[in-house]
């Protein structure tokens, strides 16, 4: 009988090691993000994705160590990832809208509520922010229309910032 004692003492360390980085992660994404004045949702995001990078890591490492060949788990990745690219290729506008709306969660000052205005010259789009997804940004105008807009049109028209939403009974008091 072949024992694994080797491999279950490094399993054991990844998953320390692993529980330790979700705790870090945590923690420094909270404060970020009360640094920052990020919203639940992009918060749980960023949640999701830092996940998503730890659990890659730590399921590739826990490959290794228990003897996957290092040039067949290569081979895999790659294959996985060239079928990736091929296919969000063929589908150049999906690729270009989670980039944008990559941009526009992390670098873009615009959050939900945002009082905004895209630029156009043939359509007046101004209105409230509701949403930003993975491909659309959802807005109601100021005409009460309710519009969803691609993400990565938003990046390329330009968009102008023109304040808070401010509720109905602010609006009352603030005059």
Do not use: C
Not at 9 to 30: E, G, Q
Not at 152 to 170: A, D, F, H, N, Y
């Amino acid at each position: 009988m072949v024992t694994f004692k080797q491999e279950l003492l490094y399993t054991v360390i990844l998953t320390m090691v692993v529980l330790i980085l979700i705790i870090i992660t945590k923690r420094a994404i909270r404060k970020f993000s009360f640094v920052r004045a990020i919203e639940v949702n992009r918060r749980k995001v960023i949640f999701y994705l830092s996940y998503f990078l730890i659990y890659g890591f730590a399921g590739s490492s826990l490959a290794i160590i228990w003897g996957v060949d290092l040039k067949q788990f290569t081979v895999f990745i790659s294959s996985i990832l060239a079928v990736l690219g091929v296919g969000f290729f063929a589908q150049w506008s999906i690729l270009s809208n989670l980039t944008a709306s990559v941009i526009l969660f992390f670098s873009h000052p615009i959050r939900l509520g945002d009082r905004v205005r895209i630029m156009d010259k043939d359509f007046d789009w101004t209105g409230e922010v509701k949403d930003i997804t993975g491909f659309y940004l959802f807005m109601k105008t100021d005409s009460g229309k309710n519009i969803t807009l691609p993400t990565s049109l938003v990046i390329q028209k330009g968009i102008e910032i023109l304040g808070k939403t401010l509720p109905p009974e602010e609006e009352e008091n603030y005059d």
